[in-house]
Structure formats: structure tokens, C-alpha cells
């Protein structure tokens, strides 16, 4: 079991940057690729970012790409995601999902624990 908390969301201008956390509770992180998604009402979840087990494989959605970069520090049991120049579009709900398996990783039934969700507001 693998528990995951994500924090660092609120609310930010069009331009703007955050950095999103997801830290988990279990000391074997490092044997789970890390995938984030959102979901933005009315619509249904979407990849953002996966990265491996290790750092060193990263894959991003195309409409993040160059905006958005995902990162890990396993000995701090947490991955981030850096988001900058924000637009109104990535307004969501924002979750962290584990996997164990090693796969492209980019739909939300890959991915076995959840997060809560973080929220993440750009204003226009």
C-alpha cells in the first residue's frame, strides 16, 4: 500500500509558475513510477507527466510539453512538478498516482494508488 499527499496548488496568474509536491508514505517510492494527472470539471482525467522509478525516464503530455517539468528525490519519498508560463486551460485538479509496472504509463488505469488532488487555478 502506498499512500500519496499532494500540496503546492492555489491560485496564480495567466504567466505564472507553481510547483506541485507529492510525497509518499511508503519507503520502497523508489520501486514506483510516478504519474501525474488532472481533471478539470466536466471533463475527464488526463495525463500530464510520468517519471520512472529512477529520474531518468520522463514523459510529458503534448500540451505541457516545455511548460511543465516533472522531477524525484527518492530519498525524500516525494516527485514535483515545476509548472510555469500557466495558462487558464491548466485549471484542474491535479493528482499523483503510483505504478510498479514499467510501461508508457499514460492512461489512469495503469496506475494502482492515488492521491487526494491538489487544486491548481490560472486566472486570465
Given at each position: 500500500q ?8 492555489g491560485?496564480?496568474q ?16 523508489n520501486?514506483y ?6 481533471q ?5 482525467r488526463?495525463?500530464v ?7 531518468g ?27 510555469n ?13 503510483a505504478?510498479?509496472?514499467?510501461r ?19 486566472s486570465?
Amino acid at each position: 500500500q502506498v499512500q500519496l499527499v499532494e500540496s503546492g496548488g492555489g491560485l496564480v496568474q495567466a504567466g505564472g509558475s507553481l510547483r506541485l509536491s507529492c510525497v509518499a508514505s511508503r519507503r520502497t517510492f523508489n520501486n514506483y513510477a510516478i504519474g501525474w494527472f488532472r481533471q478539470a470539471p466536466g471533463k475527464e482525467r488526463e495525463f500530464v507527466a510520468r517519471i520512472s522509478w529512477s529520474g531518468g525516464s520522463k514523459y510529458y503530455a503534448d500540451s505541457v510539453k516545455g511548460r511543465f517539468t516533472i522531477s524525484r528525490d527518492n530519498a525524500k519519498n516525494t516527485v514535483y512538478l515545476q509548472m510555469n508560463s500557466l495558462k487558464p486551460e491548466d485549471t484542474a485538479l491535479y493528482y499523483c498516482a503510483a505504478d510498479d509496472v514499467r510501461r508508457l504509463g499514460i492512461n489512469s488505469y495503469d496506475y494502482d494508488y492515488w492521491g487526494q488532488g491538489t487544486q491548481v487555478t490560472v486566472s486570465s
